[in-house]
């Protein structure tokens, strides 16, 4: 008999077949928001409908009420389920595909008979509060996969047929959730019924293909989110349109950082001379630190032979996503370099080594090539060309800990001088049962223990190892950053290697103090990650307006008229002198005018030149933080300026947007 254990200590027994539901009864959430009957639960940390049974060995079991974020993407994926049946009342002969929730809603893919449009959504949406408010319960019925696929044919869905047929061969029974005329193969979980969802609002229609695969039937994306409380929806609607005011996309063509062109190639970057500055200015940055801290700048090329990768492993575990080999001969094939560690091991394999040049740090800024496919492209942060400020450490076992905790030094200067100060760091550990990892068990659970080490003495937060998160040659530390908005990217790395100068792979040796050959481990790291993805989250991070050492043109001058022109120029002059990147604006305008296109292009700082200041020796200072400065001298504020460019201040820290509470997707169809 399975024993159920709550949260407040009690347990109780239960008969075989029961479910959830059966021990519901009496149970009420306490004041506030969570309220009310449970409308899903925790079984052992893992959210399920109250239609869940209970395991035959028992579980730890917590109810999940009204207002509990952890119970959002059950809510969500019952508003997804209720859109996919409004929709196929409003458009007969639609077939659906999958409909999970992702983020913060859910999104169902399908295929229409007429497209459905933007102009479709407020429909849509009505037809949903109808459902709603007859709040039919949501009802689970498992059968026999031969009859679900029966079922699926005879309500019309063929995609749901074909699933069944082709991937869910292993499932000797099916699960359909049931809803009035309704009725979807899904395995869940679901609220109770539709009464338990709060405030919705369909949010864009997207493109999509079946399952993924660009060679599939073409469908429609329609993405809505849905909250407890309207107020929760209200702010998450202010989030969406904050994002879409500070997308890179967006404000990379209007402040002129970046273009990309259907000649060139999707996913293909041209940076702009404005984009370039900002990321010629952040490779500075770190080659200053880069000579700082004992590494070694190398070049290698944009391809490799691939038998190359294929040695590294590189080839053909990402084979999906690469280019095509370019195929010279029948025995000669060449890859777009999808990876500079293969590079960097034969530069370290180009001579003899002794324990006395290690550890030898070699860094480059070394542009890879990944074929994303065309539907995950997406301006600065999914691109199929892009460039790491990669380097990889050769060191000795016993130097190993030592190395790591430079590197994540290095990546805290980084996110520290750009104001990314909420992040956690994520341990990505190998997954025991998948067969993607290469090397001894014995190496891999070294490695993982000399991370976590160096991760937990440091005090990095976060900290929790993460199975199946490893890179396939060996663990690694993630830096996930959060943004202004609340959004998390993965940029800064570490990863330990012991894998790849192994004797199985490149066989790299050196000569320790004993005379004796020795193999040496590998460390690969990037601060940045990719330049293209941590410019593209930097510009929505700062919402376009770079501090004052970052930003492509720092200083504009502004002279008063015509008659301080050649003022002007002097002091433009005296600012380049000090390392400044400065513009002035001789148009025919007035200074208000000057002001206010200085203020719509995010120029940090203004400096206005009149009569006055050429006879005294003056400018008047304007900053776009803290407004007009007034009068100083030319010296004075030229050092000022160019302390606060050599110092890398800044100033303004973008203030995280309150959001409400929120967590993962769960819920999907099979």
């Known amino acids: 008999m399975p024993t159920i254990r709550f949260t407040d200590g009690s347990s109780r027994d239960c008969p075989p077949a029961a479910r959830v539901a059966d021990l519901a009864g009496g149970v009420t959430g306490g004041a506030g928001k969570r309220k009310g009957a449970p409308i899903a639960a925790l079984l052992d940390g893992k959210a399920v409908g109250l239609d869940a049974p209970i395991p035959p060995d028992g579980a730890a079991l917590e109810w ?58 407020p429909r849509i949406e009505e037809e949903m509060r109808k459902i709603i408010a007859a709040d039919e319960a949501f009802e689970r019925v498992e059968v026999p996969r031969e009859e679900a696929a029966r079922i699926v044919r005879g309500i019309n869905q063929p995609l749901k047929a074909e699933h069944i047929e082709t991937g869910l061969a292993e499932h000797p029974t099916l699960s359909f959730y049931r809803q009035g005329e309704f009725v979807d193969l899904c395995r869940g979980p679901h609220v109770p019924s539709p009464g338990c969802i709060g405030a919705f609002k369909l949010t864009s229609i997207a493109g999509a293909y079946w399952k993924g695969d660009a060679n599939n039937a073409q469908l429609q994306r329609l993405y809505g989110t849905a909250w407890f409380s309207q107020e929760d929806l209200d702010a998450h609607l202010a989030a969406l349109e904050e994002a879409r005011k500070r997308d890179h996309r967006l404000l990379g063509k209007q402040l002129d950082l970046f273009t990309t062109s259907p000649v060139v190639g999707s996913g293909l970057i041209l940076w702009m001379p404005k984009g370039a500055l900002v990321r010629g200015t952040l490779e500075a940055f770190v080659r200053e630190e880069l000579a700082a801290r004992g590494y070694q700048a190398v070049y290698t090329p944009h391809i490799g032979k691939i038998d190359l990768y294929k040695t590294s492993g590189h080839y053909p575990y990402y084979a999906d996503s690469q280019f095509r080999p370019i195929v010279m001969s029948e025995d000669e094939q060449y890859l777009l370099k999808p990876m500079n560690c293969p590079h960097h091991t034969m530069i370290y394999k180009a001579r003899p080594r002794s324990y006395k040049d290690l550890p030898l740090r070699l860094a480059e800024f070394g542009t890879v090539y990944r074929y994303e496919q065309s539907g995950e492209l997406g301006g600065l942060t999914r691109v199929r060309g892009f460039t790491q400020d990669d380097a990889h450490i050769f060191c000795m076992p016993e130097q190993v800990e030592g190395e790591i ?23 990505g550990f190998r997954d025991p049962t ?33 199975l199946g998160e490893a890179a396939f040659y060996g663990p690694k530390i993630d830096f996930v950053v959060h943004d202004s908005l609340g959004r998390k990217w993965q940029l800064g790395t570490v990863q330990l290697d012991y894998n790849l100068p192994s004797a199985e792979r490149f066989d790299c040796e050196y000569i320790g103090a004993d005379n004796a050959r020795h193999k040496p481990v590998m460390i690969h790291r990037a601060p940045l990650g990719s330049l293209e993805r941590f410019v593209g989250v930097l510009i929505e991070h700062f919402a376009g307006a770079f501090p004052l050492w970052l930003a492509p043109e720092q ?24 390392g400044l990147r400065v513009g002035i604006d001789l148009a025919p305008e007035k200074l208000g005018a000057k002001v206010r296109s200085a203020q719509l292009e995010l120029i940090p700082t203004m400096v206005v030149c009149g009569p006055r200041d050429e006879a005294a020796g003056t400018v008047s200072l304007r900053d776009r933080l803290d407004g007009d400065l007034g009068a100083m001298s030319l010296e004075a504020a030229v050092e000022r300026l160019r302390e606060e460019n050599l110092s890398r201040v800044v100033r303004h820290k973008p203030k995280p947007l309150a959001l409400p509470g929120d967590s993962g997707a769960d819920g999907d169809d099979y």
Request: glycine share 8%; charged share 25%; net charge negative.
């Open 555 to 578: 200083v504009r001058v502004l002279p008063v008229s015509e008659k301080s022109e050649a003022y002007a120029k002097a002091v433009k002059a005296r600012l380049e002198a000090a």
């Open 434 to 466: 998948s067969d993607k990892y290469v090397g001894s068990p014995e190496r891999w659970a070294e490695a993982e223990g000399a991370i976590e080490r160096v991760a937990r003495r440091m005090n990095l937060p976060g900290c929790e190892p993460e």
């Open 405 to 427: 905790e430079g590197c994540i030094d290095f990546t805290l200067k980084v996110l520290g001088s750009l104001a990314f100060e909420n992040f956690s760091v994520r341990l």
């Open 64 to 121: 999940l009420f009204t207002g509990d974020a952890r119970a959002l993407p059950v809510m969500r994926h019952s508003a997804a389920h209720v859109m996919a049946r409004a929709v196929m009342r409003l458009f007969p002969g639609v077939e659906l595909a999958f409909g999970p929730t992702v983020g913060a809603g859910f999104y169902y893919d399908m295929r229409a008979p007429q497209p459905i449009t933007d102009e479709d959504l």
